[in-house]
């Protein structure tokens, strides 16, 4: 398919563990995006990257969580120390590219965390 | 602050009836764009619909059409003739790009049932 995949799809890890998560864009598209989402709640924010470079990570809630994209493509958002509050679905989006007013993010699947 | 308001959690039409989901959003910038999301069971996030705040028309992609008021600051997505499969979780998002940054804003979404 020629969406955005996310993996794995589902994580469950133990308190305190380390856990990394993927995400594979639309060929051609250079801006990505993290959100997190909450049962019973919309995504939100965490990280967006324009290319290789995080252009705005003032949504990743502490220094537990890190994200990378070193060749503009594949992302991977790492969580240190992992806890139960860390439990979410964490959405991946990707985008044709920034100033345009009509940037669609496209979503994947999404890959639900859960911390025991 | 920007900011996406539903206010209301969940919603149930007949099927073949035409069903409007209202959104009110908050703004200072008056260069912007709302999105309408579907999330069924799933979890993927799916594009429906986007508005342009510089948009002479409202927007309208098949079956589901936004009544832009912009004096109102309200963009509600009305979808026409329901279907069984639009029952599902339903996002409005507000795209924020001050500072170089590119990120979605959502409501807390409203929850469709078709009835049969």
């Known amino acids: 398919g020629a969406g955005v995949s996310q993996t794995p799809s589902n994580k469950v890890t133990e308190k305190g563990k380390y856990v990394e998560l993927r995400c594979d864009p639309i060929s051609g598209h250079t801006a990505l995006y993290w959100y997190r989402q909450s049962l019973g709640q919309g995504p939100e924010f965490l990280i967006y990257f324009q290319g290789t470079g995080a252009a705005d990570d003032s949504g990743l809630p502490n220094d537990r969580f890190f994200a990378v994209r070193p060749e503009g493509s594949v992302s991977t958002l790492k969580i240190q120390r992992t806890e139960r509050g860390d439990s979410a679905v964490y959405l991946c989006a990707s985008s044709p590219g920034p100033h345009q007013q009509k940037n669609t993010q496209y979503f994947g699947p999404g890959t639900r965390l859960t911390v025991l | 602050a920007q900011k996406i308001t539903q206010t209301q959690p969940g919603m149930f039409v007949q099927e073949k009836e035409a069903v409007t989901l209202d959104c009110t959003y908050d703004?200072?910038?008056?260069?912007?764009?709302l999105f309408w999301y579907k999330q069924p069971s799933s979890g993927e996030m799916i594009f429906l619909i986007y508005q342009g705040s510089y948009d002479q028309q409202n927007a309208t992609e098949g079956r589901y059409s936004l009544n832009f008021q912009k004096a109102r600051k309200s963009a509600n997505l009305v979808i026409s003739a329901s279907q069984l499969g639009d029952s599902a979780m339903y996002f409005c998002?507000?795209?924020?790009?001050?500072?170089?940054?590119?990120?979605?804003?959502f409501g807390k979404g409203t929850k469709l049932t078709v009835n049969p």
């Open positions: 998002a507000m795209i924020i790009t001050q500072g170089g940054s590119e990120k979605l804003v």
């Open positions: 703004t200072s910038d008056p260069s912007y764009g």
